[in-house]
């Protein structure tokens, strides 16, 4: 029973800590980290006190992710409140392609590592090209 109680009051303490977080918003880092000398990787880090990972949504988006942080895993969408929603976008032209590579929840900490990827252009001198037509 006192493990019980003890239980309970971590969890009373967790959804505090969270409340508290979340009237403030979310801490939120973004920085960039070049690796070997020449590619980049985009690390973020969001701080989630007392959010499990299953209460966290991360899709890919056009050269980025959408992170969505919920209040519950419950499968009611009624109780299911989204209390951190951002997409991770970075301009293609200026600084590339990136996709999500790496990610962690540890410590209340959520941390999203993208990287660097290449494009393959498509050719417009292949010998299965089609005339153009006008008119």
């Not at 919920?70 to 392609?97: C, L, M």
């Not at 410590?107 to 393959?120: A, V």
């Amino acid at each position: 029973a006192k493990r019980n109680m003890d239980m309970a009051n971590e969890l009373v303490s967790l959804h505090r800590r969270l409340e508290v977080a979340q009237a403030f918003g979310p801490p939120l880092a973004e920085r960039d980290v070049t690796v070997d000398g020449c590619c980049i990787q985009k690390h973020v880090s969001i701080a989630c006190p007392g959010i499990s990972e299953e209460q966290i949504v991360i899709d890919a988006v056009p050269n980025g992710i959408a992170v969505e942080i919920y209040s519950s895993t419950s499968a009611d969408a009624a109780q299911r409140n989204i209390v951190f929603s951002r997409e991770f976008t970075y301009p293609h032209t200026r600084e590339g392609h990136f996709e999500l590579w790496r990610h962690h929840l540890e410590h209340g900490i959520l941390s999203l590592i993208l990287k660097w990827t290449t494009r393959e252009k498509i050719s417009t001198s292949s010998p299965e090209k089609l005339p153009l037509r006008t008119g």
